[in-house]
């Protein structure tokens, strides 16, 4: 099983990114998929998580309003499209699957991370 995120950068505040995470391997049937990060000198933190099918996502209060998960199920791929990007968005950002929600103790696999760098 191997998830490859790509899609980080450096970016300046106010714009978008779109952050993406291919998953192979096997299929996470029933579980769900989400994005975590990482800021330097912190705890990884949950972001926003999606459902099997695509249809129920949840997010950090960080995240509501401003980011968007999303899922393609045809190409096993996972989205994070950032709006609004904030220097305080800032971190190394992974991606994971097979977990629950936000949870990020249920996750099973992980990505390597791709670093967004925010400048004001």
């Known amino acids: 099983v191997q998830l490859q995120a790509s899609g980080g950068g450096l970016v300046q505040a106010g714009d978008s990114l779109r952050l993406s995470c291919a998953a192979s391997?096997?299929?996470?049937?029933?579980?769900?998929m989400g994005w975590f990060r990482q800021a330097p000198g912190k705890e990884r933190e949950f972001v926003a998580a999606?459902?099997?099918?695509?249809?129920?996502?949840w997010y950090s209060d960080s995240a509501k309003g401003r980011f968007v998960i999303s899922k393609d199920k045809s190409k096993n791929t996972l989205y994070l499209q950032m709006y609004s990007l904030r220097p305080a968005d800032t971190a190394v950002y992974f991606c994971?699957?097979?977990?629950?929600?936000?949870?990020?103790?249920?996750?099973?696999?992980w990505g390597q991370g791709t670093q967004v760098t925010v400048s004001s």
């Open positions: 999606i459902n099997w099918s695509g249809s129920l996502p």
């Open positions: 994971a699957a097979g977990g629950m929600r936000g949870i990020q103790e249920t996750y099973e696999f």
């Open positions: 391997g096997r299929a996470f049937s029933g579980r769900d």
